[in-house]
């Protein structure tokens, strides 16, 4: 397989489906050939020069208080956990294994914080944490912020 062969491919295949799927069958690719030059059987991997299609870019709409209402409004009684669990995600940005990693320490109400442990954002370093304003409007938008331990720890 050449280079032309996987853009070949790509040309293809995006006349029948989305970039981002195309662009997942290109990432396996990849990887197969990835794990056949470990294994010696191939010297190249002619898929990582592949022209990548052109993703378009998520608009993220974050919720105003009015539509979070409407949210909570479609739960029944019964439900009052899923309410709180949605509604937490919902006005503060969480992602979900982030939410399922908080502990109480992580809540700091004199400060007025709430402390991220478990980001999957690999550009920050890893002592790094999100911190969340509590209280007052969106707190997932652009009021969050990351604080080094050791900063933390200077003050």
């Known amino acids: 397989m050449a280079a032309a062969d996987a853009d070949g491919y ?8 989305a970039p981002a799927t195309v662009d997942l069958d290109v990432n396996v690719l990849v990887d197969v050939f990835h794990s ?13 020069l592949a022209e ?9 709409r974050i919720l105003e208080p ?3 209402g409407r949210v ?28 399922q990693a908080l502990r109480w320490r992580d809540v700091d109400l004199l400060e007025g914080v709430l402390r991220v442990r478990d980001s999957n954002n690999q550009a ?7 911190q969340l304003p509590l209280g007052g409007g969106h707190a ?5 912020r990351c604080a080094d331990k050791s900063r933390a720890r200077r003050r």
């Open 140 to 144: 997932g938008g652009s009021d969050a």
């Open 10 to 17: 790509v040309r293809e295949a995006l006349e029948a489906y």
């Open 124 to 130: 920050l370093p890893r002592p790094c944490r999100r």
């Open 72 to 99: 909570a409004a479609a739960f029944t009684d019964s439900q009052a956990r899923a309410v709180f669990l949605t509604l937490t995600l919902t006005l503060t940005g969480l992602r979900g294994h982030e939410l």
């Open 36 to 48: 056949a030059m470990r294994e010696e059987l191939v010297d190249r991997n002619p898929a990582k």
């Open 66 to 68: 009015a539509d979070a």
């Open 52 to 60: 990548r299609p052109k993703l378009p870019r998520r608009n993220w």
